[in-house]
């Protein structure tokens, strides 16, 4: 069978126990999932309500939430090998179950979409700060006031901090900053609910429709039901860090047990917020209803609270983009001290003392690559600036591969599925059934990007 072929080509990075004292429990693992999925994409779910109306759009999130359970179910078994041994990170996984040539393919577009996701959460975080900004003016000269800042500025500062907050060694070391991060995405969220109901209760009108807003053509209304489903796509699943995740945990309990619960938990705490945003923010603006629900100003008052809401985005945006840059550092330092063992840039490690704090272990290559990392997407965040377009497209595009294409064919191999076998049927079709969802959804976000792009 093919596990057996995978033992065979496996060359990778050694799966026997380390010196990593794992520490990891159900609270840090949740607070990791939480940071990873409650982010920016959580602020469009008001517009992809708006885009599917009153009936599909809360349809189509409670099938993401499950999508994305199902996807933890099967991802989690895999940590473990049948003799014991971890799989550190999604790649170690597929390259045991699945072979070396699948590996690439998996680690090219886990890739792209840690990459891709930092370069969203620096625009997002831009976008956020000149919020603030807008939202004191308009406070000031009234909603009418032109109140125009630029952007750049504010990326490049959440660039300068990424540069410090990158020498974090890896994820071990960064549950403090998930926590924090948690914490802030329960306070916007709340916020974002709580200004939509107040909206609500204050007009006496529920505003909105079954089939969403209206477009002049069938085609454009076909175009941005596409992007709204990207936009869903890309704030729900957490597949592409959830091996590296469960790898902090400690045992016992099984890693695989306090993950399974840490997730219902963090899936069951996301989908009620995501609900209560985008149905509460669609009631509240109906065909108005803006692409960020926080910084498209329709809200303007109390401002001092908007303001707080857009602090608290920053902070969690802050960490996210950690919990995502992390697994790619750490599969760089992986494979450049096996590629170059005797090389003292990449392997000599510096102690460095710091005042109130353990000892730092300082590292040539990681202080270079990780500068140049963060250097590059804050670069091509000033370049692409579509918010609810580029959401879409790394939705779209890593939806279907990474969540649910990977860890099918893992368990099957692990779990000795027969061809044609009920279970086999099923979770076949269920692939198929996302693999189309993915492509109508990237489709359309591709327009979107273009079409933005023109305009």
Known sequence: MAIHHSLEVDQGPQHEEDSIVRTGTGLTCTAHIITAVIGSGVLS??????????????????????????????????????????????????????????????????????????????????????????????????????????????????????????????FHEMAWLSIIAAIMSFAYSSIGFGLGL?????????????????????????????????????AYPYSIILLEIEDTLKSPPPEHKT???????????TTFFYLCCGCFGYAAFGDETPGNLLTGF??????????????????????????????????????????????????????????FLPPYRFNLLRLCFRTVYVITTTGLAIYFLFFNQVLGLLGSFNFWPLAIYFPVEMYFVQRNVAPWSKPWVVLQVFSMVCFLVSIFAFVGSVEGVISSKIS
Request: aromatic content about 16%; hydrophobic content about 45%.
């Open 45 to 170: 779910l008001a517009w992809s309500t708006a885009q599917l109306g009153w009936i599909a759009a809360p349809i189509c999130m409670l099938c993401f939430a499950i999508v994305t359970y199902i996807s933890v179910f099967l991802m989690s078994e895999c940590y473990r090998t049948s003799t014991g041994e971890r799989n550190r990170s999604y790649m170690e996984a597929v390259r045991f179950y699945l072979g070396t040539r699948r590996t690439w393919f998996c680690g090219w577009l886990q890739y792209v979409s840690f990459y891709g996701t930092a370069v969203v959460y620096t625009f997002t975080t831009a976008t956020c700060i000149r919020a603030i900004q807008k939202s004191n003016c308009y406070h000031k000269e009234g909603h009418e006031a032109p109140c125009l800042y630029s952007d750049s500025f504010y990326m490049i500062l959440f660039g300068a901090v990424q540069i410090v907050l990158c020498l974090i060694p890896d």
């Open 198 to 234: 107040a909206k609500v209760i204050g007009d006496r009108k529920i505003k909105g429709t079954i089939s969403g807003i209206a477009m002049p053509s069938t085609t454009q209304k076909v175009w941005r039901v596409s992007q709204a489903l990207g936009d869903i796509a890309f």
């Open 298 to 355: 329709g809200f303007y008052e109390p401002y001092w609270l908007i303001d707080f809401a857009n602090v608290c985005i920053v902070i969690h945006l802050v960490g996210g983009y950690q919990v995502f840059s992390q697994p790619l550092f750490s599969f760089i330092d992986r494979w450049s001290a096996e590629r170059f063992p005797n090389s003292r840039f990449v392997t000599k490690v510096y102690p460095v003392k710091l005042p």
């Open 259 to 269: 993950m399974k619960k840490a997730s219902m938990v963090a899936v069951f705490i």
